[in-house]
């Protein structure tokens, strides 16, 4: 069993998709950020840098197994079921950098973009045009490389599910704001339609209910 320690955010349901995609039993711990539930002592021991998601695989071989940081989670429980992650080779190689892509780029960026138009307490022009900028030029790598193979990797993989939640809810938004970067973003709406179809990433979603 694994407990996830998690909460309504795309980093959250990145390791909820992955957990029903892989058909893993788990028990979901709902952490209210808003209330400050990540400063919590007894979710500190599991996640030092007091940010969801978290996990604990009980079932580990050597006694149970603490794990945070999403993309860290993500490939744990890529290489405990032997899904959605290759052991070697080139298709290992591309899904770990889009992976690496969306940790380092597309949650970074749009993060900073959601905090600096809708919870700054001041309007930064600069600020806002700085990370919505950004934001638009990595959806059009994603295009770009949506262009070339049916997903992120090649095969279906954790970079689509560490992907999908968040381009799912800033895509148009996005391409509103910035049309001359995103353009039409065709193959990116593919890709959105065909992961949010999956009943796996639907499930996923949905996690924690609230």
Same mark, same amino acid.
Do not use: C
């Given at each position: 069993?694994?407990?996830?320690?998690?909460?309504?955010?795309?980093?959250?349901?990145?390791?909820?998709?992955?957990?029903?995609?892989?058909?893993?039993?788990?028990?979901?711990?709902?952490?209210?950020?808003?209330?400050?539930?990540?400063?919590?002592?007894?979710?500190?021991?599991?996640?030092?840098?007091?940010?969801?998601?978290?996990?604990?695989? =009980?079932?580990?071989?050597?006694?149970?197994?603490?794990?945070?940081?999403?993309?860290?989670?993500?490939?744990?429980?890529?290489?405990?079921?032997?899904?959605?992650?290759?052991?070697?080779?080139?298709? =290992?190689?591309?899904?770990?950098?889009?992976?690496?892509?969306?940790?380092?780029?597309?949650?970074?960026?749009?993060?900073?973009?959601?905090?600096?138009?809708?919870?700054?307490?001041?309007?930064?022009?600069?600020?806002?045009?700085?990370?919505?900028?950004?934001?638009?030029?990595?959806?059009?790598?994603?295009?770009? =490389?949506?262009?070339?193979?049916?997903?992120?990797?090649?095969?279906?993989?954790?970079?689509?599910?560490?992907?999908?939640?968040?381009?799912?809810?800033?895509?148009?938004?996005?391409?509103?704001?910035?049309?001359?970067?995103?353009?039409?973003?065709?193959?990116?709406?593919?890709?959105?339609?065909?992961?949010?179809?999956?009943?796996?990433?639907?499930?996923?979603?949905?996690?924690?209910?609230?």
């Amino acid at each position: 069993m694994i407990d996830l320690y998690t909460w309504t955010t795309p980093n959250g349901r990145k390791v909820s998709i992955m957990l029903e995609e892989a058909g893993l039993p788990y028990e979901v711990h709902a952490i209210n950020i808003g209330k400050g539930e990540q400063f919590a002592p007894a979710f500190l021991k599991i996640s030092p840098n007091n940010r969801i998601p978290a996990m604990v695989d =009980r079932d580990a071989d050597s006694g149970p197994v603490a794990v945070f940081e999403s993309g860290a989670i993500l490939i744990y429980l890529a290489e405990k079921t032997g899904k959605f992650l290759a052991p070697k080779g080139e298709q =290992r190689a591309k899904t770990l950098e889009w992976l690496m892509w969306q940790m380092g780029g597309v949650g970074p960026m749009l993060g900073q973009a959601n905090h600096f138009i809708n919870t700054a307490p001041e309007k930064i022009p600069y600020a806002m045009d700085r990370y919505i900028g950004e934001a638009a030029r990595l959806i059009k790598v994603l295009d770009k =490389r949506l262009g070339e193979a049916n997903y992120m990797a090649g095969d279906y993989s954790i970079a689509d599910m560490a992907t999908y939640p968040w381009i799912s809810i800033a895509f148009d938004l996005i391409r509103q704001a910035k049309p001359d970067v995103v353009g039409e973003g065709a193959n990116v709406k593919r890709w959105l339609d065909t992961v949010g179809a999956r009943p796996a990433v639907q499930r996923g979603m949905a996690v924690p209910e609230v």
